[in-house]
């Protein structure tokens, strides 16, 4: 079973700065984008980020536009999640995603419909 291993997370002030990694716990075949979600307490989990495997073109939801940059390494399956200028409402448990298709590659990165998640890691921001 694929699952996705996140790290990076922790606590900071307000107007800081944190990066998130994401890699597979083994090699995956067919990624075809990944991205990045968020659960604060209380509240669904939302679309934060996303990144075409194939074409580098990224997805933002607004909230994080400007202040978040997704990057990867594809030949290590690896993504990183930059966040700048961090507000206390980033508080949240954030999860990697990968969406995986062994025919398709995807252009776009979509909002929903991953395959393969890791198991969150905790962002705190202090005001």
């Known amino acids: 079973q694929v699952q996705l291993v996140e790290s990076g997370g922790g606590l900071v002030q307000a107007g800081g700065s944190l990066r998130l990694s994401c890699v597979p716990n083994?090699?995956?075949?067919?990624?075809?984008?990944m991205g990045w979600f968020r659960q604060a307490p209380g509240k669904e989990r939302e679309f934060v980020a996303g990144?075409?495997?194939?074409?580098?073109?990224?997805d933002y939801t607004d909230s994080v536009k400007g202040r978040f940059t997704m990057s990867k390494d594809s030949a290590k399956n690896t993504m990183w999640l930059q966040m700048n200028s961090l507000k206390p409402e980033d508080t949240a448990v954030y999860y990697c995603?990968?969406?995986?298709?062994?025919?398709?590659?995807?252009?776009?990165?979509?909002?929903?419909?991953?395959?393969?998640w890791g198991q969150g890691t905790q962002v705190t921001v202090s005001s």
């Open positions: 990144i075409s495997w194939s074409t580098g073109v990224t």
């Open positions: 995603a990968a969406k995986v298709d062994l025919f398709r590659s995807i252009m776009v990165p979509p909002t929903t419909g991953y395959d393969y």
């Open positions: 083994q090699r995956t075949f067919g990624i075809r984008a």
